[in-house]
């Protein structure tokens, strides 16, 4: 299967669209965490073995739910991707935490587990595979205080 040419924004800010709208199913607000591009590894979708010119973009976001609104919080994420068709699992974790992984049909991929705390969740959603069509062009990622610019060409650290 051909991979999609996407420019590296694009597919964070493609990423950032879909967790955005599970904004309502979650029952508190998300917290933006972040996005950014990252290799395929072997918990997101369809790692391609180490390809150089291959890349996932991941979204992160945090909801404050409350320990005791956590676990309905996962439910209905649960039951919304299955009711949307996706392939989706809920599994518990110890001390009375869970975990939910889907997969669209479009191949993007959630997780959604409880905080360390328990008092909220922790949101990540994949994209499916793509190639950057401008490698030189480097980009770090979106974050809350909004896009970070790529470092200064010849700027040492």
């Known amino acids: 299967m051909a991979l999609e040419a996407v420019r590296e924004p694009d597919a964070a800010r493609r990423a950032m669209a879909r967790g955005e709208a599970l904004a309502g199913v979650v029952g508190a607000p998300l917290e933006f965490a972040g996005a950014r591009p990252d290799a395929p590894g072997p918990v997101d979708a369809d790692a391609d073995e180490g ?12 909801a404050a739910t409350g320990a005791e609104h956590m676990p309905a919080a996962l439910e209905r994420l649960h039951e919304h991707w299955r009711a949307h068709g996706a392939d989706a699992v809920l599994r518990p974790l110890g001390r009375g935490g869970a975990r939910v992984s889907a997969r669209d049909a479009d191949g993007f991929a959630y997780t959604a587990e409880s905080r360390q705390d328990r008092a909220g969740i922790v949101l990540r959603v994949v994209t499916p595979r793509y190639t950057n069509p401008e490698p030189g062009r480097p980009f770090v990622g979106i974050f809350a205080q909004g896009e970070v610019p790529p470092p200064e060409a010849g700027a040492g650290g």
């Open 51 to 62: 390809r150089p010119d291959v890349f996932v973009a991941v979204a992160l976001w945090t």
